[in-house]
Nanobody, 125 residues
């Protein structure tokens, strides 16, 4: 059974950086789109960034544009999220997810079929 395992979360001061990783076991079929989502306490899960696995085109939510970078290593079945200039409002549990739905790859949660367990990111002011 395919699983996604996130790592790299932690606590950092505002302005700092973290890199999240999402390792997947072998896929029977390569996902169409991979994404990062986050959920802060008392808020709904929101899409942060996504990447089309076939060509590498990316999508970012306006709140993270210019600060976060999503990337993939297909050989390692690993997804990354480089987070720079972190702000307290970035505090949340971050999830990676995989989608086999052939639709625009824009971090739309209902399109994603497989989710990781999440990793906590805490940014202090």
């Amino acid at each position: 059974q395919v699983q996604l395992v996130e790592s790299g979360g932690g606590s950092v001061q505002a302005g700092g950086s973290l890199r999240l990783s999402c390792a997947a076991s072998r896929y029977p079929y390569k996902p169409y789109c991979m994404g990062w989502f986050r959920q802060a306490p008392g808020k709904e899960r929101e899409g942060v960034a996504s990447i089309y696995t076939g060509g590498g085109s990316t999508y970012y939510d306006d709140s993270v544009k210019g600060r976060f970078t999503i990337s993939q290593d297909n050989a390692k079945n690993t997804l990354y999220l480089q987070m720079n200039s972190l702000k307290p409002e970035d505090t949340a549990i971050y999830y990676c997810a995989a989608s086999w739905v052939v639709r625009p790859c824009i971090a739309t949660a209902p399109d994603f079929n497989l989710w990781g367990q999440g990793t906590q990111v805490t940014v202090s002011s």
